[in-house]
């Protein structure tokens, strides 16, 4: 199982838990399976079916590109961060 960071604003709908282990091959199944473990971490996460974009999704270390369909593996680490838009100086 994919062990998930759980990101400091969520950790109060996941019972202050700070990291769970979660099955799923992409983004999408280890975001349906933080849901069971934690009704209502979802809507925190996604909507109209995209990550949100006021966040970012790492896998092993490297931002994810293609969403929810970024694959994820048995021993992977994910991690849902803040984004950081980039801007002209």
Do not use: C, W
Not at 18 to 39: F, T
Not at 45 to 73: F, W
């Amino acid at each position: 199982m994919a062990t998930v960071f759980i990101p400091t604003m969520l950790q109060p709908l996941a019972g202050g838990a700070k990291q769970a282990q979660v099955p799923g091959g992409n983004v999408r199944q280890i975001i349906d399976g933080l849901e069971q473990l934690y009704p209502g971490i979802k809507a925190r996460l996604v909507a109209g079916g995209r990550v949100l974009p006021s966040l970012a999704v790492s896998v092993d270390g490297e931002v994810a590109t293609l969403g929810l369909l970024e694959k994820v593996g048995e021993n992977s680490e994910v991690h849902f961060v803040p984004a950081i838009a980039g801007g002209r100086g």
